[in-house]
C-alpha cells in the first residue's frame, strides 16, 4: 500500500489543522493506520491510532482531548484533526499502515507515507 501525507501548514498556536492520508493500492480496511512525527533533532514518536474497522483508537498522553484520529474506508483515507496546537506540535507528521493485529501504537507499521511539515508559530 502506497500512503501520501498533506494538510501540513504554519499555524498560530491554539489554532487547528487537519491531516490526511490517502492510500492507493491493498486493501485498505485490512491495515491499522496511525501518525507519528519527528521533531527537529529528535526521534520519531506515536501520535495516535485507529483500527481497522475504526471501533478503536490510542493517542499518546500529549495530544490526548486535542487530537482526533479518524477513517474513512471507502474514501482510503485516514484524517488526524489537531485543535488547540502548541508549538510543541512543530514536527514531521508521517501516517503508516500495519497489516499486523491492532494493538495501538505497538502495532507493527510496515509502510510509511513521506511526510507533511506542521509548524506553530508561538
Known amino acids: 500500500v502506497q500512503l501520501q501525507a498533506s494538510g501540513g501548514g504554519l499555524v498560530q498556536a491554539g489554532g487547528s489543522l487537519r491531516l490526511s492520508c490517502a492510500a492507493s493500492?491493498?486493501?485498505?480496511?485490512?491495515?491499522?493506520l496511525a501518525w507519528f512525527r519527528q521533531a527537529p533533532g529528535k526521534g520519531r514518536l506515536f501520535v495516535a491510532a485507529?483500527?481497522?474497522?475504526?471501533?478503536?483508537?490510542s493517542y499518546a498522553d500529549s495530544v490526548k482531548g486535542r487530537f482526533t484520529i479518524s477513517r474513512d474506508n471507502a474514501k482510503k483515507t485516514v484524517y488526524l484533526q489537531m485543535n488547540s496546537l502548541k508549538p510543541d506540535d512543530t514536527a514531521v507528521y508521517y501516517c503508516?499502515?500495519?497489516?499486523?493485529?491492532?494493538?495501538?501504537?505497538?502495532?507493527?507499521?510496515?509502510?510509511w507515507g513521506q511526510g507533511t511539515q506542521v509548524t506553530v508559530s508561538s
Open positions: 503508516a499502515a500495519g497489516s499486523s493485529s491492532y494493538n495501538g501504537a505497538g502495532t507493527r507499521y510496515d509502510y
Open positions: 493500492g491493498g486493501t485498505f480496511s485490512n491495515y491499522a
Open positions: 485507529i483500527s481497522r474497522s475504526g471501533g478503536r483508537t
